[in-house]
Structure formats: structure tokens, C-alpha cells
């Protein structure tokens, strides 16, 4: 599967700040996704990153707060705007993968993930 | 919307007890995964399973996938510490619908 990196690996930011979390993938993909993960929880989708066209946002995440940039086929950002502490989640992307199967029928690999933490 | 109901959310044992978990749905999925996390890490993709009734294992881990395509079992057999984490299954529907859903997971504590 493909090797995915993830920067920062954990943060710790004031409130009212903005951060970008990068997505490093070492294959070309079609699809990236964008997770937050609560503490104690399980993931949430938060959107949907097409190469070449706008972030698909998942009911209750809105581009203002979480804008996407997907550049070119192997790399993606995610900002986290404006953060409050309710904020403070691990950030996960993820990419298909898998040998034999059109990508939307892929099991989703993910990176380390990025833990936020807002004061 | 889809949900997916996963239990034990929690499971304390003895190192070389077997140990089973389980998930099911109110909808149908193609695809059932299960994946591990571990602190600090993002969650690893343990299995995947693609046919209805399918039982696939990896190591000391079996899992299967219920005749329905509503639920799905992890097995993991002789447990050793470092089987300590948090288990996931997801399901995905598959198609125009690949989006993933997620258990709310299970915590396994292994004790030595």
C-alpha cells in the first residue's frame, strides 16, 4: 500500500489561528480523504479531495472553516481555520488502495495523523 | 444514514486468550475492513473483506463477513501484548457510494 506522510505530526496552537496540515503521498492517486477524530472517538469524514476540482465537504464541515487544496495527484492540504478548543482532534488523511479494483471499491489506508491541540 | 454498531467497546483479558468482537448494520455493505490503532498512530488495515460469508484470516486474526452483508466478526486468537489497542471496522458500500462508515471501535487491554 502506499507510504503516506502526514506533517506537523502534532501541534499545539493558540485560538483565533488558523494551521495547515499536509498530506505526502509516494503514489499518484485519484482520491484523498480528510478525517477528524475526536478524542476517544471514532473518525468522521470530513471531505472528499479530487485533484483538479473542489473539495466535496461531508454534512457539517464547510469550506470556510476547513478549506482543501489538492494540488496535483499525490499531495493534499488541509487548513484547520479560526480554531477553538473544540478543534483539538486528530486530523487523519487516508487514499485508496488496492491491487485489481477500481479505486471506489478500495479499502482507504491511512496516515499517522496530525494531534491538535488548541488553548 | 448508515450506522454501524460495534461491540464489546471494551475488553480487558489475559495474554493467550482468544478474543472476539463484531459489528453490525442496519444497511447492506459490499466491503467490510477492519483496522487497528495504536497511540500515537493512525488506524492499519488489518483485513478486507469482499463476498458475503467470506472468511479470511492474517496471522492469528480471522474475520468474516455475515451472509446478511449486515455484520462482520474479527477473531483474534492466543493474544499477546502487543495486541493492545483500539479495533475499527468500517463498511463501504462500494461504487458511487465509497465512502466509508466506521464502529465506534473496540478498546482491547491485554494483560501479560
Known amino acids: 500500500s502506499a507510504v503516506i506522510s502526514q506533517k506537523p505530526s502534532r501541534d499545539i496552537c493558540q485560538r483565533g489561528t488558523s494551521l495547515t496540515i499536509q498530506c505526502q503521498v509516494d503514489s499518484q492517486v485519484t482520491m484523498m480523504f480528510w478525517y477528524r477524530q475526536q478524542p476517544g472517538q471514532s473518525l468522521t469524514l470530513i471531505a472528499t479531495a479530487n485533484q483538479g476540482s473542489e473539495a466535496t465537504y461531508e454534512s457539517g464541515f464547510v469550506i470556510d472553516k476547513f478549506p482543501i487544496s489538492r494540488p496535483n495527484l499525490t499531495f493534499s492540504t488541509l487548513t484547520v481555520s479560526n480554531m477553538s478548543p473544540e478543534d483539538s482532534s486528530i486530523y487523519l488523511c487516508s487514499v485508496p488502495g488496492g491491487q485489481g479494483r477500481d479505486w471506489r471499491n478500495q479499502p482507504q489506508h491511512f496516515g499517522d495523523g496530525t494531534r491538535l491541540s488548541i488553548l | 444514514g448508515q450506522q454501524l454498531n460495534q461491540s464489546p467497546q471494551s475488553m480487558f483479558i489475559q495474554e493467550g486468550e482468544d478474543v472476539s468482537m463484531n459489528c453490525t448494520s442496519s444497511s447492506i455493505f459490499n466491503t467490510w475492513l477492519w483496522y487497528k490503532q495504536d497511540p500515537g498512530e493512525g488506524p492499519v488495515l488489518l483485513i478486507a473483506l469482499y463476498k458475503a460469508g467470506e472468511l479470511t484470516s492474517n496471522g492469528r486474526l480471522t474475520a468474516q463477513f455475515g451472509i446478511t452483508r449486515k455484520d462482520s466478526f474479527l477473531n483474534i486468537s492466543a493474544s499477546i501484548p502487543s495486541d493492545v489497542g483500539i479495533y475499527f471496522c468500517?463498511?463501504?458500500?462500494?461504487?458511487?457510494?465509497?465512502?466509508?462508515?466506521f464502529g465506534k471501535g473496540t478498546l482491547l487491554t491485554v494483560n501479560p
Open positions: 468500517a463498511g463501504q458500500s462500494g461504487g458511487s457510494n465509497y465512502k466509508l462508515t
